[in-house]
């Protein structure tokens, strides 16, 4: 069965950084999106990348500011967010991708713990 664990969150100032990574139980053969949930707000799709990492997909929010990447050699895919806004703000969730589309979490499966992620002004 597949884990996915998710780390790297904390608090950071505006305009920062921070690199979260999605580590897996096995070989990641297969595609992985990220996901973020503020509170009070419905989980709302951040990034994709299929298995052999050539094909990104980025919601308008974060595009030019956050980069997924993968290491198969690690079974970790990255997620690199730079210039950090406080409505970045959220716990950051990392999942299979399975069918349907790919910006909408009904598609994925396995999701990880999630890591909370807290941007100050």
């Known amino acids: 069965q597949v884990q996915l664990v998710e780390s790297g969150g904390g608090l950071v100032q505006a305009g920062g950084s921070l690199r979260l990574s999605c580590a897996a139980s096995g070989r990641i053969w297969y595609p992985v999106g990220w996901f973020r949930q503020a509170p009070g707000k419905e989980r709302e799709f951040v990034a994709h990348i299929n298995y052999s990492g050539d094909s990104t997909y980025y919601a308008e929010s974060v595009k030019g500011r956050f980069t997924i990447s993968t290491d198969n050699a690690k079974n970790t895919v990255y997620l690199q967010m730079d210039s950090l806004k406080p409505g970045d703000t959220a716990v950051y969730y990392c999942?299979?991708?399975?069918?349907?589309?790919?910006?909408?979490?009904?598609?994925?499966?396995?999701w990880g713990q999630g890591t909370q992620v807290t941007v100050s002004s």
């Open positions: 999942a299979r991708y399975l069918r349907g589309s790919i910006g909408q979490k009904g598609g994925y499966y396995y």
